[in-house]
């Protein structure tokens, strides 16, 4: 049977549902696992954390929206993610993991072999947790790092911690999408982002809509796009005091260079994968059954090659 995925959202779990999760991963046969919102007692939240821990076929653990929500569930978490060795994208947004928290997981995403994907946003974040999270980003020549962050909605980090996460993003030779919305990061940071973008030789996704930007800071992000070749291709501004003409003009000129690209490249490289980042629906398949156990229950598996792309990008 090929691997399937698991999928509730914002409902309590029964006994019986916990028991057919944790079978599911002890068989291997559970490709994307999602609990976003859901609520279940400590007991069955380790349960869960000691199967995925030896579960060779996870590829996707989406924990969004207070799932993991205090320190034991945090210790549970990374106690599993330093014996398991598949999942490529870890979804924990909304979680209030806090600087102590993300010390805690900090070792075992670090030492981590396949880890791609990760969301953090929401996740009370500071300086302490960005200082973390650069050593996830290593630079050229270094061991593989994230290909995808999300940091959206984390107020507490000052700009002297996006300065730090700027440095790093500009030696990066994988991050690819940043997810930066939602945070007050004002003009001044986000001059040391379009330098950080110009560095970058592979970012190609930049979310910042609802930063506090002005036309100040959209205007540098403009001269960059229009004077030093980048990968980026989707710069998000929306929700920010920019006016519609410069974000056209920066919109139209990210267009032209994936045009370009496309004509001189051909098909390229255009991999993409599962992403958690809240509040996008995840993963979808024309093909399911009901889990065994409850009739009503709200839990689906799902035959589908969700993450194949991701698989295939990662193994090649």
Aim: proline share 5%; hydrophobic share 40%.
């Amino acid at each position: 049977m090929l691997p399937s995925s698991i999928q509730i959202s914002g409902e309590p779990l029964s006994g019986a549902e916990v028991r057919d999760i944790c079978r599911g991963l002890r068989d291997n046969a559970v490709r994307l696992l999602s609990l976003r919102g859901c609520r279940l007692c400590d007991r069955d939240f380790g349960r869960i954390c000691r199967a995925l821990a030896g579960a060779t076929s996870l590829a996707q653990l989406n924990l969004n929206l207070g799932v993991v929500s205090s320190p034991s569930r945090i210790k549970q978490l990374a106690e599993a993610l330093r014996t398991n060795r598949s999942i490529q994208s870890l979804f924990l947004h909304g979680s209030p993991l806090t600087d102590a928290g993300l010390a805690l997981l900090n070792p075992a995403l670090a030492l981590h072999p396949a880890l791609v994907a990760l969301d953090l946003g929401d996740c009370m974040l500071g300086d302490e947790a960005i200082n973390l999270i650069c050593g996830l980003l290593p630079p050229d020549g270094a061991k593989s790092g994230l290909k995808e962050l999300t940091l959206s909605a984390n107020p507490g980090i000052t700009p002297k911690g996006w300065s730090r996460l700027a440095i790093a993003v500009a030696h990066s030779s994988q991050v690819r999408v940043l997810n930066l919305d939602y945070n007050p990061l004002g003009d001044h940071v986000a001059g040391m982002l379009a330098v950080a973008v110009a560095s970058s030789r592979t970012l190609e996704v930049l979310d910042l809509e609802g930063t506090g930007l002005t036309n100040q800071s959209a205007q540098t992000l403009l001269d960059m796009v229009e004077n030093y070749p980048t990968a980026l291709r989707s710069l998000v501004l929306a929700e920010n005091s920019i006016s519609p003409e410069l974000q056209q003009q920066i919109c139209d000129l990210l267009s032209e260079g994936e045009e370009e690209e496309e004509v001189a490249g051909g098909s390229g490289d255009t991999q993409e994968w599962e992403r958690g980042k809240e509040p996008a629906a995840h993963a979808r398949s024309s093909s399911s059954w009901m889990c065994p156990g409850d009739a009503s229950s709200q839990m689906v598996l799902m035959t589908s090659g969700l993450g194949d792309s991701l698989l295939a990008e990662t193994e090649m």
